[in-house]
């Protein structure tokens, strides 16, 4: 059956307006309904390819909604999709495009196979209400019993129909957690441990915001040179440091705190306008994205920075004694405990099954197997046996020629294990659990850095289901608000003195009263709340919680 455009598009108005699946909260009554029955194990018992029986050869087709995706089906030369092929007899068409391609693929009504899609993006209540995705729930009972989905992965997914139609990729579930699993952060604090012993800077001097202002102030004015560059004392972001200071997420009565509002971070934009006005931290601060401070960090120009995203791995490669350490945090005036976001609890994407393939059997099959345990080490490093074995420990250690090849040609190793190139079902906590022992001191010091910044994240979880859809009003108030505070944000930091700052906090606050503030905020506090009711939670912040 075709589906119009007319009808795809009367009904992308009605769900985006309808606020189905606003902020992927499950607040209602099927998904409470839902929590009360038998909690399913997660998915990861059966090894790869244990449970298919036909092995017959398919094509399938699979769209991912990222521009940047590009992969070529190549099991002649591909162990990764030899071992898939062999294993489930699929090959695999993949395409790829932004979310306009998608809009005109869903408008057609002639979807591919399997879509791909980020779990935020309007198009996922779209397919879910046309009809042209089926109920993996439905697939699951008729076709592949044995799949067991983790119960809150299906419950956050759960729409009000009462079926859950996606498979979420780097979804941590709670269920799971086995002791010592830990969510990890992409937020932190680092500094060059060469530069720290050359100057005399002790780690605890991060520990306090005079301590760390002393310690950019010594590679300032020692005037630390490193290839031919000045060292430039820091580059630092204000949530991260707002977090530091403790701002707060929730309120004593539980109602929702927008941080950016909050007295934490108002210290946090003095603060590091401070180190603007005394040199510690230049202008471009503001301007240059991440891949141009990552250039500045693997020239060895920078002291300290507060993403962990950036990698150092290239400037150790050419000098072992140039490694960053993890210091800090640095607290705030309040005294209040400091806090790091971790890497989103609800996942990336959601990947959904076309309810008119040929192949409904084979292919959520295949999802079960692409979701278990081994097969996501697998996805992750390349074919078991091939790129990697278990050591006496029960962590991966990667093989000799994959080593080898990999340092050689990262991309020849990729296109000759798989490794990295299909990570739309995979699970991060079998990875956590068996990473590599560190060969490297870089490796080590990146691994303690993760454990260590991993205390002080909180479960972010009820959180996740606050930011509105593109498309609808609060969407549009949202978009706005950011674009507007990203302005505010480098003008507060850059001023030319701490009594401006204040000046443009007020402003700013205004400006976003005539924008629609009041709306966004009574939009986001229902959908966290209702989040809340869904996770069994009274109250969401570390600090409520233990009232």
């Not at 983790?150 to 996606?166: C, E, I, L, V």
């Not at 990262?410 to 000759?416: F, H, Q, S, V």
């Not at 990570?423 to 870089?442: C, H, K, M, V, Y």
């Not at 991993?454 to 509105?468: N, Q, V």
């Amino acid at each position: 059956m075709q589906f119009s455009k007319k009808w795809i598009g009367a009904t992308l108005a009605a769900v985006l307006m309808g606020g189905l699946l606003a902020g992927c909260s499950s607040g209602n009554e099927n998904a409470s309904n839902a929590k009360s029955s038998e909690s399913a194990v997660p998915s990861g018992t059966a090894s790869p390819g244990e449970k298919q029986e036909n092995k017959s050869p398919i094509k399938i087709t699979w769209f991912v909604d990222q521009d940047y995706y590009k992969k070529n089906w190549d099991p002649e030369n591909n162990l990764l999709d030899k071992m898939i092929t062999d294993d489930t007899g699929i090959s695999i068409d993949f395409t790829s495009g932004n979310s306009d391609k998608l809009s005109a693929i869903i408008a057609s009504g002639d979807i591919p196979d399997v879509i791909t899609l980020d779990k935020g993006s309007p198009q996922r209540g779209v397919l879910e209400k046309s009809g042209l995705v089926s109920p993996l729930d439905e697939l699951i009972k008729q076709h592949d019993p044995d799949f067991l989905v983790p119960k809150s992965m299906q419950d956050w997914f759960r729409n009000p129909d009462g079926h859950f139609y996606g498979f979420a990729s780097f979804f941590w579930a709670k269920e799971s957690f086995q002791p010592g699993d830990r969510i990890r952060s992409n937020q932190g604090l680092y500094a060059r441990q060469d530069i720290m012993d050359q100057l005399g800077i002790k780690a605890e001097d991060f520990n306090t915001k005079e301590g760390l202002v002393s310690a950019l102030h010594k590679v300032k004015e020692s005037g630390t040179k490193y290839n031919g560059f000045t060292v430039t004392p820091a580059y630092f972001e204000s949530w991260i440091i707002g977090n530091f200071f403790g701002a707060p997420r929730e309120d004593s009565q539980g109602n929702l705190i927008d941080r950016e509002r909050t007295p934490e971070m108002l210290e946090a934009y003095k603060f590091l306008n401070r180190l603007y006005r005394e040199g510690l931290m230049p202008e471009d601060s503001q301007t240059l994205d991440k891949n141009q401070i990552q250039e500045k960090v693997t020239n060895g120009a920078v002291f300290a920075f507060t993403n962990r995203t950036i990698d150092w791995s290239a400037l150790y490669q050419a000098d072992p004694k140039a490694v960053f350490v993890h210091v800090g945090p640095v607290a705030g005036d309040s005294g209040s405990k400091q806090y790091v976001d971790p890497v989103s609890s609800s996942g990336w994407t959601l990947s959904m099954i076309n309810s008119k393939t040929k192949y409904p059997d084979r292919i959520i099959k295949l999802f079960n197997y692409l979701s278990t345990e081994e097969m996501s080490l697998n996805v992750n490093y390349g074919p078991k046996g091939a790129a990697w074995n278990y050591d006496e420990n029960g962590k991966v250690k990667l093989t000799d020629e994959f080593n080898t090849l990999n340092a050689e040609d990262a991309n020849k190793a990729k296109l000759k294990y798989g490794n990295g190139t299909l990570q739309w079902l995979i699970n991060w906590l079998p990875i956590q659990r068996t990473t590599p022992a560190t060969s490297t001191e870089d490796a080590r010091i990146k691994e303690e850095s993760t454990i260590y910044f991993a205390d002080f994240t909180y479960d972010m979880l009820p959180f996740e289901s606050i930011t509105p859809l593109g498309g609808t009003e609060e969407g549009g108030i949202n978009a706005k608000i950011e674009e507007q505070r990203k302005k505010q944000r480098a003008k507060m930091i850059l001023a030319k003195s701490e009594a401006d700052i204040e000046k443009f906090f007020n402003e700013e606050i205004q400006r976003e009263e005539k924008l629609g503030y009041q709306k966004l905020y009574d939009y986001q506090n229902k959908q966290f709340q209702e989040a809340k009711k869904a996770l069994g939670m009274t109250f969401a912040w570390p600090a409520n919680q233990k009232k």
